[in-house]
């Protein structure tokens, strides 16, 4: 059973337009949550996290949202790039940085 | 960058041979990982360790076994590959903060025929 759900396996983007990648999750004593972002023949990147006792954090064009009682989180890229093109994964963390992934999303920016 | 190398790159095996993949880092973490990405599933954690000579079972273990003899290098075994292990293989390291933050190798591509 999958704890971490990412329900769109892609999305498509005008550049300059908003990125909303969702995810939901089953298991609430997750501490944080993360994106990952991947490009072809790379390992994963760190995007943004937050932990579970808020429920927003912003790095720059990057912002997560959580909604606990819904359990579920979302990535807004405002505005989204060309170079935002790739396999976003949302994560959850428990204990011993023991990390639980969705599936991926593949995020297409069009110029 | 965290100086983590993973060898080989790329191998291509038959079904029933003995196959090792090495992550090698630089960064002295204390934990390391190894996790493997498929279509659909995303990355799935196979074992972890958290020392030299610790190590636990991930989610998706069957088949393999780990080896950490020193802190720089995690060894992962697949004692007889089989076709549903064909995969692309992520090592990863940690300095164990629980705040979930990896850093991640290039991969290992691995074809079992």
């Known amino acids: 059973d999958q704890q971490v759900k990412q329900n769109s396996p892609s999305l498509s983007v005008q550049e300059g337009r908003i990125s909303i990648l969702n995810c939901d999750y089953t298991n609430s004593m997750f501490d944080y949550f993360l994106w990952y972002k991947k490009y072809p023949a790379e390992g994963p990147t760190f995007l943004i996290s937050i932990s579970s006792i808020k429920d927003k954090n912003e790095d720059g064009r990057f912002t997560v949202f959580l909604n606990k009682s819904a359990k579920h989180l979302s990535l807004h890229i405002v505005p989204s790039q060309p170079g935002d093109s790739a396999v976003y994964f949302c994560a959850a963390s428990g204990y011993g940085n023991k990390l639980v992934f969705g599936a991926g999303t593949i995020l297409r920016v069009k110029s | 960058d965290a100086g983590i190398t993973q060898s080989p790159r790329h191998k291509v095996t038959e079904t029933g041979t003995p196959v090792t993949l090495r992550c090698h880092q630089t960064?002295?973490?204390?934990?390391m990982y190894w996790y493997r990405q498929d279509p659909g599933h995303g990355l799935r954690l196979i074992h972890y360790s958290y020392g030299v000579k610790d190590t636990d079972k991930g989610e998706v273990s069957d088949g393999y076994s780990v080896s950490r003899s020193k802190t720089e290098d995690f060894l992962l075994t697949l004692e007889s590959a089989t076709s549903s292990q064909t995969s692309v293989y992520f090592c990863?390291?940690?300095?164990?903060?629980?705040?979930?933050?990896?850093?991640f190798g290039e991969g290992s591509r691995l074809t079992v025929l």
């Open positions: 990863a390291i940690s300095e164990g903060q629980n705040t979930g933050e990896l850093f």
């Open positions: 960064e002295n973490h204390r934990y």
